[in-house]
């Protein structure tokens, strides 16, 4: 007597290769999501190694609060690429849409576009200090070497603040395609 054939082994058979697709298929998705956001990762701002900060006093003599930033070693940054962000007296402002071009460096060199908030002075007749490579004068390209300046308006009825001795300031030069810092300095009112 012949037994008929039986089916019971095309069951394990039949699951593995299911199981074996499925692999397949998950890998597959897991592949296209992994490139897929490798190719949106962005390539690393530049780098300013060195930098230092530090209150100027106004050359004209009176209490203006100027603040010098100076790159003393790294990359050169397009002065186009940049934003500066500073806080003080838990007021924040920003110098936007540079180079400013407004007047020249050393006078009312700031316009209202490049300012949000109202920390930072556009400058004044009679006032002393340098926009440095902020402004197109200057260049377009902020190297090591170069510097630049701005005043905190020491007004707090024209949205200043009066700085104190301990008091704060924390400035933040962004690269903004890469929307990485830069330069961070934080320094102390004397």
Known sequence: MRLPPS????????????????VVVLAAVVSVFALGVAEDTR???????E???????????????????????GDSIPV????????????????????????TPTFIPFADSNLRGELISQGQPGQAWD???????????FTAGSSFEFRIKNDEDEGGCRLDSG????????????????????????
């Open 80 to 103: 186009s690429e940049l934003e500066i962000a500073v806080r003080a007296c838990s007021k924040t402002s920003r110098l936007v849409n540079l180079p400013a071009t407004r007047n």
């Open 167 to 190: 008091d704060e300031v924390t400035v933040r030069v962004i690269h903004t395609p890469t929307n990485s810092i830069v330069i961070k300095q934080e320094l102390t009112a004397t």
């Open 43 to 49: 390539d690393p701002g530049p780098a300013v190694s």
């Open 7 to 22: 089916t019971r082994a095309a069951t394990p058979v039949v699951s593995n290769l299911l199981f074996v697709a499925i």
């Open 131 to 141: 926009a440095g490579a902020l402004h197109e004068d200057t260049g377009d390209t």
């Open 51 to 73: 930098s230092s900060g530090e209150f100027a006093g106004d050359r004209a003599g009176s209490d203006d609060q100027i603040v010098r930033i100076t790159h003393v070693a």
